[in-house]
T-cell receptor, first 115, second 112 residues
């Protein structure tokens, strides 16, 4: 099993540029989560999807951030325009459907640096 | 979701048991206790979870007090690769918020 796949692993961009982060969840998982981690704020949930539908985006910091899940095997997190304070590690996680467990499987993360 | 309190850091000798405490005094009857860990530069990894009874798997054991106000994660024979930040989280497994709210966790350092 390949696990959750994220790309790119590292991204360096300049302020004002558009950034797109990509995630492929584990096959068969029906929930997908986007997190952001910084030293100051720790690990924060940005948005999550159930069956490709956004359920809670209250963690999305502002309108510059948007996330989509066009199908069960792909999701994107876009920042437009990017700002230096967006520099962080962005994690994607997926979770299987059913059962009582909330075991989330995290990807390796994308380290974003906005200059 | 209820909040948790963990010590910011702990040390453990390699080969010894690591006992990581967590206080969750406001936990509700339908909230589970979850433990995740994050090894440096990696995504968080699920370890174990429980409701009332003690649980054990290939990674660790989870001891929950009878009043459920605190719990302890036990790594029976810590190795250097267990050095990580350990997060204790409580949440409703079904019917409640889907969110896992990560606190600051406990940074465990396993020393040779």
């Amino acid at each position: 099993d390949a696990g959750v796949i994220q790309s790119p692993r590292h991204e360096v961009t300049e302020m004002g540029q558009e950034v797109t982060l990509r995630c492929k969840p584990i096959s068969g998982h029906n929930s997908l989560f986007w997190y952001r981690q910084t030293m100051m704020r720790g690990l924060e949930l940005l948005i999550y999807f159930n069956n490709n539908v956004p359920i809670d985006d209250s963690g999305m910091p502002e309108d510059r951030f948007s996330a989509k899940m066009p199908n069960a095997s792909f999701s994107t997190l876009k920042i437009q325009p990017s700002e230096p304070r967006d520099s962080a590690v962005y994690f994607c996680a997926s979770r299987p459907s059913g059962g009582s467990s909330d075991t989330q499987y995290f990807g390796p993360g994308t380290r974003l640096t906005v200059l | 979701d209820a909040k948790t309190t963990q010590p910011p850091s702990m040390d453990c000798a390699e080969g010894r048991a690591a006992n990581l405490p967590c206080n969750h005094s406001t936990i509700s009857g339908n909230e589970y206790v979850y433990w995740y860990r994050q090894i440096h530069s990696q995504g968080p990894q699920y370890i174990i979870h429980g409701l009332k009874n003690n649980e054990t798997n290939e990674m660790a054991s989870l001891i929950i007090t009878e009043d459920r106000k605190s719990s302890t994660l036990i790594l029976p024979h810590a190795t250097l690769r267990d050095t990580a930040v350990y997060y204790c989280i409580v949440r409703v497994a079904q019917g409640g918020s889907e969110k896992l709210v990560f606190g600051k966790g406990t940074k465990l350092t396993v020393n040779p």
